[in-house]
């Protein structure tokens, strides 16, 4: 992978209200899973144009867009992380969502809580989802697309089992289209 200094700084976004404790966590573990610098930025509001009353979530694209309109000069990337319930078109729901070989994405961290499926949680284990689903879309900023290695972070995750099953780390073949 190409130096930090050469793809810039990673640069956290909350979206809406997200837990500083998580998003401080996010930003020391990312910084060594990707050896990139990663800071905090200020946090935005959700995109009142972008919730459908309908479903009750929000429109990945419309976060997207409100994280396109930010101003961070050395961000290689920004990474929006919201508390929203999330969906794509023609999807139920998404875990994130990335502008590919862009600079934005965002992880929707309401479906990666265990509570969301009135289990308990185990913050823990939210920690560890959160921070595969940040690497697999900034993964897919880097222009990488999803892998057949079900424990590669760029696998596709259509279920929290997915998720659990992956590691935060790239599997070789996608290290090497990131070379």
Not at 41 to 65: F, K, S, T
Request: proline share 5%.
């Amino acid at each position: 992978m190409e130096t930090g200094q050469a793809l810039g700084t990673i640069v956290l976004v909350a979206v809406g209200p997200a837990s500083p404790d998580l998003v401080a966590w996010l930003e020391g573990r990312l910084g060594e899973v990707l050896s990139r610098p990663a800071r905090t930025g200020e946090a935005i509001a959700l995109p009142g144009d972008g919730y459908d009353e309908r479903r009750h979530q929000y429109r990945g694209e419309a976060i997207l867009r409100a994280l396109r309109g930010l101003s961070y000069p050395d961000a290689g990337r920004l990474l929006g992380l919201t508390e929203a319930d999330c969906y794509a078109q023609g999807l139920n729901f998404i875990f994130g969502q990335a502008s590919l070989n862009g600079r934005q994405a965002f992880v929707a961290l309401a479906r990666l809580r265990a509570s969301f499926y009135g289990l308990p949680d185990d913050p823990d284990l939210y920690r560890q989802r959160a921070l595969k689903e940040c690497v697999h879309e900034l993964g897919h900023t880097w222009g990488l697309g999803h892998c057949l290695d079900a424990h590669c972070v760029m696998h596709f995750s259509n279920s929290l089992p997915d998720t659990d099953a992956k590691e935060a780390a790239f599997c070789p073949r996608c290290r090497g289209q990131l070379a």
